[in-house]
């Protein structure tokens, strides 16, 4: 592992937990509450914080692992939101659909999910471009 990933890797982490603080535990909350037989009780949650936070690290990881593997000589602006784009409809998308078939989720509420997270990626693909807005003009 080179420097520039372990620093975007810390970066995206941070970025990704707070923008997940932000679309769950602020933009959502209210809506969350009222779905107590679906999820733990906010007291119970906190004991497993531990695995949140594992899970943004995987997370951020892999999400700047793929962007470099793939980054190409183009603008890197573009090239940061078609990523998170892509990432969106891989993973965010599909999986609050297969939510709402499977768990008695309010379809509102995963039309928030979608649109608020699927900002996120976006904003968390233009995040990981910037930082290496260098290493796809040096590909030119």
């Keep these: 592992m080179n420097k520039n990933l372990i620093i975007a890797w810390i970066v995206l982490f941070f970025a990704w937990f707070?923008?997940?603080?932000?679309?769950?535990?602020?933009?959502?909350?209210?809506?969350?509450l009222q779905l107590t037989s679906l999820f733990?009780?906010?007291q119970d949650q906190q004991?497993?914080?531990?695995?949140?936070?594992?899970?943004h690290l995987i997370l951020s990881g892999a999400f700047v692992w793929i962007y470099v593997?793939?980054?190409?000589?183009?603008?890197w602006l573009a090239q940061g939101?078609?990523?998170?784009?892509?990432v969106a409809l891989l993973t965010i998308v599909p999986t609050y659909i297969i939510y709402f078939v499977v768990q008695p989720m309010p379809g509102g509420l995963v039309i928030k999910q979608i649109i608020f997270d699927g900002i996120l990626m976006v904003i968390l693909g233009a995040i990981?471009?910037?930082?290496?807005?260098?290493?796809?003009a040096a590909k030119v």
């Design 47 to 55: 004991k497993y914080f531990p695995l949140m936070i594992l899970a």
């Design 81 to 86: 939101v078609r990523f998170g784009v892509a």
């Design 128 to 136: 990981v471009a910037w930082m290496y807005r260098d290493t796809a």
């Design 40 to 42: 733990r009780a906010e």
């Design 69 to 75: 593997r793939g980054v190409e000589a183009k603008p």
């Design 18 to 32: 707070i923008g997940s603080f932000v679309v769950h535990g602020v933009l959502l909350h209210s809506d969350y």
